[in-house]
């Protein structure tokens, strides 16, 4: 049997699969990752890394630097089509093979993919907000003003809007985060995809589900740390999710 027969007899096997996606799943659409050997956090602009346009002090202090990279990266993604991966998944849900994706991307790719039921660690543009007010603006709001690198704000009390992504210095969502770990907790079967799981607190969720009593299938071209636990290690998420895919009974 083949490594996507494998993986498909586990989850027919399991009650409560939850999936965790990162960059890998969307660099499959196209979208750099962060910290790859290609990562936008290896690029600088204006003299600062991009890294550090991603801290919230320095959002604060000059919102104008962050929007005008943004535009042509976070109000970019709007370009990009889900991945084999995303639309895999996706089926899974659909067949009752798959309880959740929790994922450390910002891209909405899941959701456009047609999963229901996905728990975001690091928020996504979805939705912005207010750092004065409050007041929530769409997407599709926001994208026109911020495709011309020009600072969004609030039509209420004109402070500084600011999307809805994680920044370094910021908490994750507690409902967001709450939610992940009580599916982890949940789960009989865990599949980690596209993560070297290096980012904290959101890295730790996976091996939680394994205390639990989780069995862990572990998709990613480098290694990760819960390699060793792992019942099944595989490398190649584009072959296995297309081998997968093709194993799936077709949908009406």
Known sequence: MNSAGQ???????????????G???????GIRDFRGKNGIYNDTFRGYRVEEL????????????FYEWAKDFVYGLDAFRPSIVHTTLARLERQGLLAAVVTQNIDRLHTLAGNRVVHELHGSPAW?????????????????????GIV??????????????????????????????EAFRQADLILVLGSS???YPAAALPKEGYTFGARLV???????PLDP????????LADTFTELDALLPPEP
């Open 218 to 224: 572990m998709v990613n071209d480098a290694p990760t």
């Open 229 to 236: 636990l792992a019942m099944l290690r595989l490398h190649d």
């Open 23 to 29: 960059a890998g799943v969307s660099t499959l659409s």
């Open 7 to 21: 993986l498909l007899d586990l989850l027919r096997e399991s009650t409560s699969t939850v999936a965790f996606t």
């Open 128 to 148: 912005h907000r207010c750092l004065d007010c409050g007041r929530a603006y769409p997407y599709a709001e926001i994208a026109p003003v911020a495709h011309q």
């Open 54 to 65: 991603f801290g919230i002090d320095l959002f604060r202090r000059d919102p104008s630097l």
């Open 197 to 199: 799981l290096t980012v």
């Open 152 to 181: 969004p704000r609030c039509a209420g009390c004109g402070g500084i809007v600011k999307p809805d992504i994680v920044f370094y210095g910021e908490p994750l969502p507690e409902d967001v985060f709450a939610a992940a770990l």
